[in-house]
């Protein structure tokens, strides 16, 4: 299962994981010493507190999955930066993301030649659970910068 965790991130370490019905949860840690300041560019290690963080990813299985990451908020010492505090962030998922980049590609590659409400049914089956507005959102932003 480490193997599956680091696919999302090298820097995630697999703890344990529940299979709940048609559904896979995960969960993970961060194993980096330093995070860097998404404001300011400066690097801190003092960890102001901790949270879960869960989202959806790819299935594995024909499950569904969902990640829960213990995730960190660092204090940043840069006098100069405007916060005090900021939270790990990761790559493969958007600031407040609830999906997986490779997540959102999915739905919106089933997503393009069928109506909404067909595939949010479609996905609801084995891919992950998303209704029809955030399947339009997903599609407009998508679209939008084209």
């Keep these: 299962m480490d193997e599956f965790i680091k696919e999302l991130d ?5 703890l344990e994981h529940k299979i709940i019905g048609n559904e ?6 961060s194993n980096r010493k330093i995070c860097r300041c998404p404001y300011c560019g400066s690097e801190s290690a003092r960890i102001h507190s901790r949270y879960e963080k869960s989202f959806q990813d790819l299935p ?3 499950k569904k999955t969902k990640v829960v990451i213990e995730n960190r908020k660092f204090f940043c010492d840069n006098p100069d930066c405007g916060f005090t505090t900021f ?8 600031q407040k993301g609830k999906k997986t980049k490779r997540l959102i590609e999915k739905i919106v590659d089933v997503s ?7 595939a949010s049914r479609t996905l609801k ?3 992950a659970d998303v209704g029809k507005s955030t ?3 997903l599609l407009k932003k998508r679209y939008a910068s084209s």
């Design 125 to 127: 089956d084995g891919i």
């Design 60 to 62: 594995i299985m024909s």
């Design 112 to 118: 393009l030649n069928t109506s909404s409400t067909t």
């Design 135 to 137: 399947i339009c959102s």
């Design 24 to 29: 896979v949860i995960i969960y993970a840690v």
């Design 10 to 14: 090298p820097n995630l370490d697999y």
């Design 87 to 94: 939270a790990e962030r990761f790559d493969f998922l958007a």
